[in-house]
């Protein structure tokens, strides 16, 4: 008797969930849809009233994961609408894929003064390729206007059960619920961690006996663990931050170790030194690795010929790689062509390419590694055991006497020792010939750019002038991309001239567009109309004619996450102004001196009149790529300054 009420428990375990957990499908209210405003965010164009989802490993179907979704959304204002249309990412991998087992959604509006209800036609579902790794299932769900209330609920079922299903407890919406149940065999380990900076109003875990059983012979207890969250707050993506990623509050699931029923364990949960093992044994790294020497050979060693200093060496073979290689837009950590097949078509992706260039280096003698990393758009990778899947980029690291390079070569517009932002991430990890280590990706290039303006105002009223823009680091490689894709300086000009409206622009050079040792120099010639009638009796007058900062990037009253600019930065604008003796100025700006604690941050603005020539200076400096939510106040004043300055107008009279 006891072995059938286990059995007839697993059972229920599967089959009951969406019976008697959650809430029932087509409960909408007349109170759900009078709804017009939610009164903890009059900002948000759609409210979630209440989500739930669950998630277990099915006893047939090959032991698959399942995961259930439900979930019903107010549409408060037009932007709303398009979450009518729902899109499903399904993932696939060799005769492996996830598929999505029953779709229902319908939607809810008061016609007549009654409530009527309009279900989506199974029909109109599809599901599409979207590449080699994924599918998406679509649909749309009809009738949807501002006032809707929608409910969209679905199963899926997936054979990577490596993968539990993570839940995500924000969104671009505020929800008045969220809640998830995750039930989860004696036989799977999973490291569960709550991500975000929001807490859990409920957290339960509770043990069901005997209630996995495939095959029905042996069986394992199931931890049931239910969180919920009330009142979670939308997730605002702001200026200056990585991935959402790493703030948004969710339950993550890390699969550990299996247990089988015979005994054995299989620990999918490495050390660090069984990570590195399996990379150098990869077909597609350290094997390519190898091979990469025999690939290059020739080429290097012509390349070379004659050369002994090892930084000139490096530079060189830097210089031959990125040169060699078309990227194909492509991320990853693995050769996906192969190092020969990839050298021989001259294109790849980012593996191909800078595993090559290890593999070229390591064959003039020079001691390089290759680094594994997880860009910014990807998260921050796990730190505390090795989740080789976190990373999904690889670059060089390079040792040369008693300093440090790091290369990607998958870039033509890099210099040597500069590595793409997209790349400035935390930490990475180095794997060495012998073991491997987490290496701090710093750097020590900025983004600077120097604005020096030259300007006469004549008495008709026309300022006549020049600007010299100079980029530097990765202000620098902006610029070059600039010119680069506008095709000719030519393009790049006419761009710039429909940049800037209400300026004339006469001439134009540009230095150094593609010497990546030198700075970038673009020089501007133009006009610009200050006043029209030559018997004004005084004028305005904005000295930040060109990139001018017109709007707080930091607008929120509080921020839980770090801001991150990437790299740091300068900015300085030095112009004069020469204007017409029969003018002064009415009042003198105040001079604006600004740093924040331990100098992380500075701005000076400050005006000075000599006669008829107005000198004005201005600069920021942001002296490190991270500040942290305690210091995110004081940048908000910075920047609130900063506008305010750039903003405010002179006030130029006629001497009486």
């Not at 009738?143 to 054979?159: D, F, K, M, W």
């Not at 042996?218 to 997730?235: E, G, T």
Request: a negative charge.
């Amino acid at each position: 008797m006891r072995l059938v009420s286990a059995v007839f428990l697993c059972v229920l375990a599967g089959q009951l969930m969406a019976q008697n957990n959650g809430f029932p499908f087509g409960k909408v209210t007349y109170n759900d849809l009078g709804l017009s405003v939610y009164p903890k965010d009059t900002s948000a164009y759609a409210v979630v009233l209440r989500e739930f989802g669950e998630a277990y490993i099915d006893e047939g179907r090959d032991n698959n994961l399942i995961f259930e979704y439900h979930t019903v959304i107010k549409i408060l204002k037009k932007e709303g609408l398009k979450l009518a249309d729902v899109t499903i990412d399904l993932r696939h991998q060799d005769q492996s894929k996830e598929f999505i087992r029953t779709t229902r959604a319908s939607s809810y509006n008061v016609e007549n003064g009654s409530l009527r209800d309009t279900s989506l036609d199974p029909k109109s579902v599809h599901t599409v390729k979207v590449n080699n790794y994924w599918d998406q299932t679509k649909f749309a769900i009809p009738n949807v206007r501002v006032g809707s209330v929608i409910e969209i609920s679905y199963a899926l079922e997936s054979p990577f059960i490596f993968n539990f299903r993570n839940w995500e407890f924000q969104s671009d919406i505020p929800k008045m619920k969220s809640e998830y149940w995750a039930t989860i065999p004696g036989n799977y380990l999973y490291n569960i961690s709550l991500r975000g900076y929001l807490k859990l109003t409920k957290n339960e875990n509770v043990l069901i006996k005997d209630c996995f059983r495939p095959g029905g012979s042996a069986s394992a207890d199931c931890s049931r663990y239910k969180w919920v969250m009330d009142n979670v707050p939308a997730f605002i993506e702001e200026d200056y931050m990585t991935a959402k990623s790493n703030f948004i509050s969710m339950i993550n699931f890390e699969l550990s170790e299996i247990v089988y029923f015979d005994g054995r364990k299989d620990r999918v949960t490495k050390e660090w030194k069984d990570a590195d093992q399996e990379l150098k044994s990869s077909d597609l790294f350290g094997v390519q690795l190898k091979r990469g020497k025999s690939i290059v050979d020739g080429h290097i060693d012509a390349l070379l010929k004659n050369e002994t200093d090892p930084l000139i060496k490096a530079q060189k073979i830097y210089s031959f790689i990125q040169g060699w290689y078309q990227w194909d837009d492509v991320l990853g950590k693995y050769s996906e062509l192969g190092i020969k097949k990839a050298f021989d078509a001259r294109t790849g992706n980012v593996g191909d390419i800078n595993l090559s260039l290890v593999a070229a280096l390591r064959y003039a003698e020079i001691e390089a590694d290759p680094l594994l990393l997880s860009t910014r758009a990807n998260g921050l990778p796990t730190d505390i055991h090795p989740v080789l899947s976190d990373f999904n980029y690889v670059i060089a690291k390079v040792n040369i006497g008693d300093k440090e390079y790091l290369l990607d070569a998958t870039d033509d517009f890099l210099p040597f020792g500069t590595i793409p932002e997209r790349c400035l991430n935390g930490k990475g990890r180095v794997f060495g010939d012998k073991a491997s280590y987490w290496y701090d990706i710093k750097t020590a290039v900025k983004a600077r750019k120097r604005s020096l303006v030259n300007l006469k105002l004549n008495p008709d009223g026309v300022i006549k002038g020049s600007i010299e823009q100079v980029y530097t680091g990765y202000d620098a490689i902006d610029e070059r991309k600039e010119i680069f894709v506008s095709g000719s300086e030519e393009n790049y000009y006419k761009k710039l001239k429909s940049d800037y409206k209400g300026i004339e622009f006469t001439g134009y050079t540009v230095d150094n567009p593609e010497d990546l040792s030198k700075p970038v120099s673009v020089k501007l010639d133009f006009e610009l109309t200050c006043f029209d009638d030559p018997k004004t009796t005084n004028f305005l007058f904005n000295p930040f004619l060109f990139d001018r900062i017109t709007r707080n990037p930091f607008r929120s009253d509080e921020r839980l996450y770090p801001v991150d600019f990437a790299s740091a930065i300068e900015r300085t604008v030095v112009l004069t102004l020469e204007y017409p003796q029969d003018f002064q100025l009415s009042e003198l700006p105040n001079k604006v001196g600004i740093t924040l604690p331990n100098g992380s941050a500075k701005y000076g603005y400050e005006v000075k009149d000599d006669g008829n020539k107005l000198t004005v200076q201005s600069f920021l400096t942001i002296g490190k790529p991270v500040f942290t939510s305690t210091e995110y106040h004081y940048l908000k004043e910075l920047y609130a300054q900063i506008v305010s300055n750039q903003q405010s107008d002179m006030l130029f009279k006629k001497k009486s």
